[in-house]
């Protein structure tokens, strides 16, 4: 189950690289800071239920570097 949950998060992250690299998705949108953070946050639980130090930090950064992102955007004037 760690396996799937852990291809499944970071087949996400890979999926708004991707978007992002063939200008299918811009990387200030909400929806790419999404796709990445539930990517990060699922690949964070598969490293966590392998018993993986780095990767759960890796990842479980990556996840709260997307949710900042996504606060900050949420907080900022419309332009």
């Given at each position: 189950m760690a396996d799937l949950i852990g291809y499944f998060?970071?087949?996400l992250i890979l999926l708004a690289y991707?978007?992002?690299l063939?200008?299918?998705l811009d990387n200030d949108s909400r929806?790419?800071?999404w796709i990445n953070l539930?990517?990060?946050g699922l690949a964070c639980v598969s490293s966590v239920l392998i018993k993986s130090i780095p990767f759960t930090i890796l990842e479980g950064t990556?996840?709260?570097v997307s949710l900042v992102?996504?606060?900050r955007k949420k907080n900022a004037p419309s332009s």
């Open positions: 998060g970071v087949g991707l978007l992002n063939f200008n299918k929806l790419y800071m539930v990517g990060a990556w996840a709260l992102a996504l606060l």
